[in-house]
């Protein structure tokens, strides 16, 4: 059986794009992986179309620099506007959104759900167009939580957080009023806020995560393109940063283990 030792890539704005990393490693536990947060210019939530595209091109070679043999763009803000750039069709590449798309139509039972992301993401109505062409009549219901990023980089995502309680109240408050049973979380740092997001719209509101559904596709991909590293050996994991190293491990470390993880510095230009 052919096997493929080189490693994976991710990359994402900041630290959400670990909770991708976080599925990659129970999914392939021998899978090398290599990790870039532009945490320097995180949010790209916020950015223009232009900037997000040259930040997104900036990251993905900085990991193809590094021999990856698969990358996935662990960013909702990324993904959502590279769609119809065939950004994710030339190479073995994919974003989140349509497989958190495909997930969340399977989890819907009465085809009303929810979508939160970054501005840029809600802006680009992806979501909602791939919802619909998948299950004709669902009904989607978005909002922008630009304020969920910042919340998470700063390590406010404990059940009982006021800020943080008092922020997930006003957004999802409404989404939770049109009755939907799916929420997608459509930012790879949204999962790091699941338990007080679940805590508002009620445990009876799917949440489906964009970064362990996109790891879920890359492991598909790489399985059935016989891509997998078959060593029985534990994968390792090398983390790279555009902002402070020790910001970042100390940011990092309250959602991954990085027992024996390298962590650096690095520059995209």
């Not at 969340?104 to 619909?132: D, M, P, Q």
Request: hydrophobic letters at 40%.
């Amino acid at each position: 059986m052919s096997s493929d030792n080189r490693p994976i890539g991710v990359f994402d704005s900041g630290i959400g794009g670990l909770t991708a990393v976080t599925e990659l490693r129970k999914l392939l536990p021998n899978e090398d992986i290599i990790y870039l947060g532009d945490t320097a210019r995180v949010p790209y939530g916020t950015k223009s179309r232009e900037t997000i595209l040259r930040y997104a091109e900036q990251d993905y070679r900085f990991l193809k620099n590094q021999g990856v043999k698969f990358t996935i763009a662990a960013c909702g803000t990324v993904s959502s506007v590279m769609v119809g750039e065939n950004a994710f069709s030339a190479d073995f590449c994919t974003g989140v959104i349509q497989p958190t798309v495909e997930a969340a139509c399977k989890a819907s039972k009465n085809k009303k759900i929810g979508v939160i992301a970054t501005s840029a993401s809600i802006r680009s109505g992806c979501y909602e167009r791939l919802i619909k062409q998948t299950v004709p009549g669902a009904e989607v219901f978005s909002k922008a939580c630009p304020m969920f990023v910042p919340l998470v980089e700063n390590g406010y995502t404990a059940p009982g957080c006021a800020p943080a309680e008092t922020i997930a109240r006003e957004y999802l408050e409404p989404l939770k009023a049109e009755g939907i049973d799916t929420l997608i979380l459509g930012c790879t740092h949204y999962p790091l806020l699941s338990r007080i997001i679940s805590g508002v719209v009620g445990s009876g509101v799917s949440l489906i995560s964009s970064g362990a559904e996109a790891a879920r596709y890359a492991g598909g991909f790489l399985e059935e393109n016989g891509l997998i590293n078959e060593s029985k050996r534990a994968g390792s994991l090398k983390l790279f940063c555009t902002d402070s190293a020790e910001l970042f491990r100390e940011s990092a470390a309250h959602f991954i283990d990085l027992d024996g993880a390298e962590i650096e510095k690095c520059s995209l230009d």
